[in-house]
């Protein structure tokens, strides 16, 4: 029934449509007319055949669709896709060395490189894709391969003035670095290609001898003193190598880094430099396992004329020391029972011989622990200086050991007041703190005297001068006394 059904309503559509439009194509595409048909032909069968016809209509209303308007004559575009270029450093490098032989003229090699700068800056070249290449030649001639050296094909290309071939010397080199400059204010996005190539030329010392690793360290020296814009961390954390430390050319590299970075600039610059490349508490880890010792550290940097650089080093290791000294001392004095005294100053001593502490800040913390040991939760300005004043009764052989010196003992008055005045608890209590160290032997009526005319320290000044107007006055009194007793 329902195929029956089917074939008579398309025969009866086509009939119709037929002689209705001589475009049959349109009138056939239309879903109207067949519609119609289907409601004539449903409204002229019995409702029993409803069930039959209602799916037919049913399908001619979801299986035929509205031809979309089209505009005659459009062009359909298609979408672009995305070519992969295939890598050519080779191809680059060859245009770089091209244009550098070209300017070249007479043998005035910065007139030659301001040349070639100014072609570079006006070719049309793909530097965002092969800056490592462009650095790659101007560095060493050529494309560098694994092990630093210029990869040898017959058609490439190579160039004979380079950073490699120049001599080894700062004012060579630094011709190069000038241009390396250029390059990177035209385009800033050389910076990075410039860290890789110089990490690259790191991690390859080993493979070149000692003249070309003495001018990649005078260019990398040149390179951070210039301030382009290379990030530290990331080119010189390349020397830390265990290969190549044990080998003793990282020490090579990094002793004439040293000595050229500093001979135009300061030791604090060099500091804050190897801060920004997290090495500034890693010297010693640039010398081999046999000579990691500060000894050796010491005796090498002095013979390279590098003082300054072991004051340094000297000073942070001396401030490690301090820290881990002050961490020792505190469970010492604070476990219960304490440490005898005796031990504490030979545990002092020991380390003081050992890293050559200095006694102006062996004193500072003894004093700190020793005040910081004591409770002052709960308890009054009289309660405190009670306990101050038997904590210092019972260990003042550790200050006394070390303040062997008027020196000393100044440094010492300018840290107890600078302490004071830093803790609300003990701000007035400083003229009797004072008063204690000097009746234990710690200070002597000199130091204290000297400290209030004119070496006290600016925190709070003002105000310890006056609170100690009395015990100075006393002081005094007592020396004329003594004078007149003479």
């Not at 244009?99 to 030659?112: A, P, V, Y």
């Not at 003249?211 to 990030?231: D, N, P, Q, W, Y």
């Not at 052989?397 to 300018?414: D, M």
Request: aromatic fraction near 8%; include cysteine.
């Amino acid at each position: 029934m329902i195929c029956q059904l089917c074939a008579h309503v398309v025969e009866t559509y086509a009939k119709r449509a037929i002689s209705k439009c001589s475009d049959t194509t349109v009138l056939l595409g239309c879903p109207r007319a067949a519609i119609a048909e289907l409601d004539n032909l449903r409204s002229s069968t019995s409702v029993a055949d409803h069930k039959t016809l209602d799916p037919i209509l049913l399908f001619v209303c979801m299986s035929t669709k509205e031809a979309k308007p089209t505009l005659a004559g459009a062009q359909i575009k298609t979408r672009k896709r995305n070519i992969a270029v295939p890598l050519d450093p080779g191809s680059f490098a060859d245009a770089v060395v091209q244009i550098f032989q070209d300017s070249k003229e007479g043998d005035d090699l910065e007139k030659n490189l301001q040349a070639a700068v100014k072609v570079l800056e006006s070719v049309e070249l793909d530097f965002s894709r092969y800056g490592e290449t462009l650095f790659e030649v101007l560095f060493a001639g050529g494309r560098m391969a694994a092990g630093g050296n210029v990869v040898s094909e017959k058609e490439n290309k190579r160039l004979d003035f380079t950073v490699m071939s120049a001599g080894a010397d700062r004012e060579s080199i630094l011709l190069y670095i000038k241009m390396f400059q250029q390059l990177i204010r035209r385009r800033p996005f050389l910076i990075k290609s410039l860290e890789n190539t110089l990490s690259k030329l790191l991690k390859s010392l080993d493979f070149y001898d000692n003249s070309a690793r003495h001018k990649v360290a005078i260019a990398t020296a040149r390179v951070f003193s210039m301030k382009i814009g290379v990030l530290p961390d990331r080119v010189l954390m390349s020397l830390i190598n265990d290969r190549m430390i044990a080998k003793g050319t990282i020490l090579d590299f990094i002793t004439a880094f040293f000595t050229d970075y500093l001979a135009t600039d300061s030791m604090d610059d060099l500091v804050q430099l190897l801060r920004k490349a997290r090495l500034d508490d890693r010297l010693l880890d640039f010398f081999p396992p046999q000579k990691r010792n500060l000894t050796d550290f010491d005796a090498h940097f002095k013979a390279e004329g590098l003082t300054k650089l072991v004051e340094h080093n000297n000073k942070k290791v001396a401030e490690k020391q301090l820290e881990g000294l002050k961490t020792e001392l505190t469970d010492m004095i604070t476990q219960d029972p304490p440490t005898p005294v005796d031990e504490c100053l030979a545990a002092i001593k020991a380390k003081k011989a050992e890293f050559s502490l200095a006694d102006s800040e062996l004193v500072k913390i003894i004093f700190t622990v020793l005040i910081d040991a004591i409770s002052t939760v709960g308890k009054n300005g009289q309660q405190i200086l009670s306990l101050i004043l038997k904590q210092i009764k019972i260990n003042a052989k550790l200050l006394t050991s070390f303040t062997t010196s008027g020196r000393v003992e100044s440094s010492l008055i300018n840290h107890v007041q600078v302490y004071c005045y830093e803790d609300s608890k003990l701000l007035k209590l400083f003229s009797q703190i004072l008063r204690i160290l000097y009746d234990a032997d710690v200070l002597g009526e000199d130091a204290i005297l000297f400290w209030y005319k004119k070496g006290s320290h600016p925190k709070g000044r003002n105000v310890f001068l006056h609170d100690v107007e009395a015990f100075i006055k006393w002081l005094e009194e007592a020396e004329e006394e003594g004078e007149e007793e003479d």
